[in-house]
């Protein structure tokens, strides 16, 4: 086997494949592998350097072989290396593309007539103009049959089609990148991983004012249904990320807290702490918060209990 390319493009051409083969398969985030995960660097040292190793091993073999032929033999590896590389099979499909004539057949195509001296080569069309104009013919019978004789699809299903699967890999990738979370997009964690999570950082960051059970302290009770800046996860995490009314004490906590601890944090509260009896409870602050979204069903069933009341007021 012939070496074709050159040691200064072999290294550098494997060196940047495996690089992009190694950012590809290893999912690192928004950030590249190469600065999540330092031992990337480490690995791709050692495949340069690898890389490197094969080359020098590689000509010391050739010289090594070279040195044992005879020396005829010497001149026609010689020869035969020198030897132009030519990508034959490229070149000649692409003359016959072209499809015209060499220079010293002209005169079998030239036409009699003669303008001023200006005269007129009767060359074939090019085969690749040929071919494509077939090609768009038989593409538009294709076209023609599909959209305007039997109507496949419009352009409007086409469109919503793809809106909707976009939509669907919105909601994937929501899913799996969570730290995206923000307050029009959170919802309430259940995993017992991020109410632990949540946990911790609770206890970490907020209970010298709201305790350790939520009875609060200079911070509102947390236990209670009384909410000052609303309850429900979106409002709680709008009040953790962006912080109380001025002058509270309260802080916007998105300076500290990622988004995804945001939630967990928001969740822990709302699940763990919230409609707990702690020790010590503050009074309540704020008004009983009732969710927009799970209040709709309710009035449904006071109704048929009202009704069945009525029957049995009819009864007696
Ligand atoms: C420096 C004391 C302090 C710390 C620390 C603190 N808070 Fe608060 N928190 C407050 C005060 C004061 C309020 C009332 C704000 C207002 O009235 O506008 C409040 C309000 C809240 C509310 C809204 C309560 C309601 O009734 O609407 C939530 C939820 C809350 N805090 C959660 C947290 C979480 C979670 C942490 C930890 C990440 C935390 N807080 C840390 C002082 C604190």
Same mark, same amino acid.
């Given at each position: 086997?012939?070496?074709?390319?050159?040691?200064?493009?072999?290294?550098?051409?494997?060196?940047?494949?495996?690089?992009?083969?190694?950012? &590809?398969?290893?999912?690192? !985030?928004?950030?590249?592998?190469?600065?999540?995960?330092?031992? $990337?660097?480490?690995?791709?040292?050692?495949?340069?350097?690898?890389?490197?190793?094969?080359?020098?091993?590689? #000509?010391?073999?050739?010289?090594?072989?070279?040195?044992?032929?005879?020396?005829?033999?010497?001149?026609?590896?010689?020869?035969?290396?020198?030897?132009?590389?030519? /990508?034959? /099979?490229?070149?000649? $499909?692409?003359?016959?593309?072209?499809? #015209?004539?060499?220079?010293?057949?002209?005169?079998?195509?030239?036409?009699?007539?003669? &303008?001023?001296?200006?005269?007129?080569?009767?060359?074939?069309?090019?085969?690749?103009? @040929?071919?494509?104009?077939?090609?768009?013919?038989?593409?538009?019978? @294709?076209?023609?049959?599909?959209?305007?004789?039997?109507?496949?699809? $419009?352009?409007?299903?086409?469109?919503?089609?793809?809106?909707?699967?976009?939509?669907?890999?919105?909601?994937?990738?929501?899913?799996? +990148?969570?730290?995206?979370?923000?307050?029009?997009?959170?919802?309430?964690? +259940?995993?017992? #991983?991020?109410?632990?999570?949540?946990?911790?950082?609770?206890?970490?960051?907020? @209970?010298?004012?709201?305790?350790?059970?939520?009875?609060? !302290?200079?911070?509102?009770?947390?236990?209670?249904?009384?909410?000052?800046?609303?309850?429900?996860?979106?409002? @709680?995490?709008?009040?953790?990320?962006?912080? !109380?009314?001025? !002058?509270?004490?309260?802080?916007? /906590?998105?300076?500290?807290?990622?988004?995804?601890?945001?939630?967990?944090?928001?969740? &822990?509260?709302?699940?763990?702490?919230?409609?707990?009896?702690?020790?010590?409870?503050? +009074?309540?602050?704020?008004?009983?918060?009732?969710?927009?979204?799970?209040? +709709?069903?309710?009035?449904?069933?006071?109704?048929?209990?009202?009704? $069945?009341?009525?029957?049995?007021?009819?009864?007696?």
């Amino acid at each position: 086997m012939k070496n074709k390319l050159l040691w200064w493009i072999r290294v550098p051409a494997l060196f940047f494949l495996i690089f992009g083969l190694m950012e &590809y398969f290893i999912d690192s !985030g928004k950030q590249p592998a190469i600065i999540a995960y330092p031992i $990337t660097q480490f690995f791709m040292v050692l495949v340069l350097i690898i890389l490197i190793a094969i080359e020098l091993i590689l #000509s010391s073999i050739e010289n090594v072989m070279f040195q044992t032929l005879s020396e005829e033999a010497k001149e026609r590896y010689l020869v035969s290396k020198a030897e132009k590389w030519e /990508w034959k /099979w490229g070149k000649e $499909t692409y003359k016959k593309m072209l499809g #015209s004539k060499p220079m010293e057949a002209e005169t079998e195509i030239i036409l009699d007539h003669n &303008y001023d001296g200006i005269r007129e080569l009767d060359n074939k069309l090019p085969p690749w103009w @040929v071919y494509l104009f077939y090609a768009s013919i038989v593409f538009a019978i @294709v076209y023609l049959l599909r959209f305007h004789v039997f109507n496949d699809y $419009t352009q409007i299903t086409e469109y919503e089609q793809e809106v909707a699967t976009a939509k669907l890999e919105i909601e994937e990738y929501k899913k799996t +990148a969570k730290d995206l979370v923000d307050e029009d997009s959170v919802e309430l964690l +259940a995993e017992s #991983s991020d109410l632990s999570a949540g946990k911790k950082i609770f206890e970490s960051n907020c @209970v010298a004012c709201h305790m350790v059970d939520g009875g609060g !302290g200079i911070g509102p009770n947390l236990t209670d249904q009384n909410w000052i800046l609303g309850g429900g996860i979106k409002n @709680v995490f709008h009040t953790i990320s962006e912080g !109380g009314r001025d !002058g509270k004490g309260m802080i916007a /906590w998105k300076q500290t807290l990622k988004p995804l601890e945001i939630a967990q944090v928001a969740s &822990y509260v709302l699940t763990e702490i919230n409609g707990k009896t702690p020790a010590n409870p503050k +009074a309540a602050e704020g008004d009983i918060w009732v969710d927009p979204n799970a209040s +709709a069903p309710a009035p449904a069933t006071e109704i048929q209990e009202q009704v $069945t009341d009525s029957t049995s007021v009819v009864m007696n």
